[in-house]
Structure formats: structure tokens, C-alpha cells
């Protein structure tokens, strides 16, 4: 298994470009989350997926959009990136019906926006 | 959830048993106790998780209070590669929640 899997690493945009961060897992989980992590502080939660075609948002959404058409699949869109969207991405993946179960964790993709 | 206080930084010499604290006095009966970790750069990998019981596995052993007010987290033999930002995380049905963690570094 590779697990969960992020597209690309490292990127660079302009103010007002847009964007779309992959992330794919071959675990057939249910749960798929999508993180920011800002310098220096713990991840912040952007958007959630309880299952395909199911999504909802979590702690700070603002400025970003998600799909979620596979199990597999759950990209995360940015529409006109601001600088205050420059931060390391992380998607996490999750088995299991209930609230409980460990997350795993792609590699991230860096973000800067200039 | 409850939230979780855990100190800012530790130091541990390679070899020894790491110690890693988290106070969470506000835990309610059906949240259980998370710590993942994250080093350098990489995305978090999940460590061990409990609920009243000490828990072992092949990474560390979590060790709760009887009151489950608070937990303690130990690496038996740190090595360098145990350097990372560990994190205490108190969960029931709801999202995990990230805190600034304990940055530890394990020196030869």
C-alpha cells in the first residue's frame, strides 16, 4: 500500500492564481481530511469527508473548496490564493465507522503564495 | 473536546527512557487519549491511543491516571530519530484537534 499519497510537494502561486492539491489513498477509508499547518503551530482542520459525495467544513474553510466523487479521491481547491494561504498542506486519511481510529498522514505539499 | 496542556520542550539522552507529560483535567468519560507525532517536515504519524487502561505497542506505552486528568507518554530507549514535536490530543466523536505539542530532542 502506498498509503496516502499528495500532489505536488512544493509550489509556488501568484496572489489571485488557483489551484488544486491532489490527495489519493489506496486504503479504501471513509474518512479523509484536509490540514493546514502554519509555521511553529499544530494543523488546523480545513475541510472533512465522511465518504463519497459527503463533505463538510471544518475549522477554517475560507478561501477553499473540496470534492470528494471517489472514496479514493479528495482534492482540495484554492480559488484567487492570498499570502495568508502560504503554509504546509496535509492530507489525512481514516478507517472505520465510529469517531475513534488513528489518522494517517500524506508527505504534504508547500505552499507559497506571492 | 478537552484541551491538553503539555510542556513547550524536553531534552532526553539517547538510550534513556523519554517521559512526555499531558495534563488534561477536563477529559469527559467517552474521550480517549491520542499522542502522534510530527517530525521535521513530515506529515504527523499516529503513536498509541487509550481510554482508562495503559496501553503498550511497539512505539511507546501510554500510562493515564487513575482520575484520567492526565497521561504520560514513554519512549523506552529514545533514539535520534525520536526527535519530533509529540502531540497530546483528548477525542471523542469530534476532529482531532492540534496544540503547539512538545518539541523533544533526543541528544547523543
Known amino acids: 500500500n502506498a498509503g496516502v499519497t499528495q500532489t505536488p510537494k512544493f509550489r509556488i502561486l501568484k496572489i489571485g492564481q488557483s489551484m488544486t492539491l491532489q490527495c489519493t489513498q489506496d486504503?479504501?477509508?471513509?474518512?479523509m481530511y484536509w490540514y493546514r499547518q502554519d509555521p511553529g503551530m499544530g494543523l488546523k482542520l480545513i475541510y472533512y469527508?465522511?465518504?463519497?459525495?459527503?463533505?463538510d467544513k471544518g475549522e477554517v474553510p475560507n478561501g477553499y473548496n473540496v470534492s470528494r466523487s471517489t472514496t479514493e479521491d479528495f482534492p482540495l481547491r484554492l480559488e484567487l490564493a492570498a499570502p495568508s494561504q502560504t503554509s504546509v498542506y496535509f492530507c489525512?486519511?481514516?478507517?472505520?465507522?465510529?469517531?475513534?481510529?488513528?489518522?494517517?498522514f500524506g508527505p504534504g505539499t508547500r505552499l507559497t503564495v506571492t | 473536546d478537552a484541551k491538553t496542556t503539555q510542556p513547550t520542550s524536553m531534552d532526553c539522552a539517547e538510550g534513556r527512557a523519554a517521559n512526555l507529560p499531558c495534563n488534561h483535567s477536563?477529559?469527559?468519560?467517552?474521550?480517549?487519549v491520542y499522542w502522534y507525532r510530527q517530525i521535521h517536515s513530515q506529515g504527523p504519524q499516529y503513536i498509541i491511543h487509550?481510554?482508562?487502561n495503559n496501553e503498550t505497542n511497539e512505539m511507546a506505552s501510554l500510562i493515564i491516571t487513575e482520575d484520567r486528568k492526565s497521561s504520560t507518554l514513554i519512549l523506552p530507549h529514545a533514539t535520534l530519530r525520536d526527535t519530533a514535536v509529540y502531540y497530546c490530543?483528548?477525542?471523542?466523536?469530534?476532529?482531532?484537534?492540534f496544540g503547539a505539542g512538545t518539541q523533544v530532542v533526543v541528544t547523543p
Open positions: 489525512a486519511s481514516r478507517g472505520g465507522t465510529g469517531g475513534g481510529g488513528e489518522q494517517y
Open positions: 486504503m479504501n477509508h471513509n474518512y
Open positions: 469527508s465522511v465518504g463519497a459525495g459527503i463533505t
Open positions: 477536563t477529559i469527559s468519560g467517552n474521550e480517549y
Open positions: 487509550g481510554l482508562k
Open positions: 490530543i483528548v477525542k471523542g466523536w469530534g476532529k482531532l484537534q
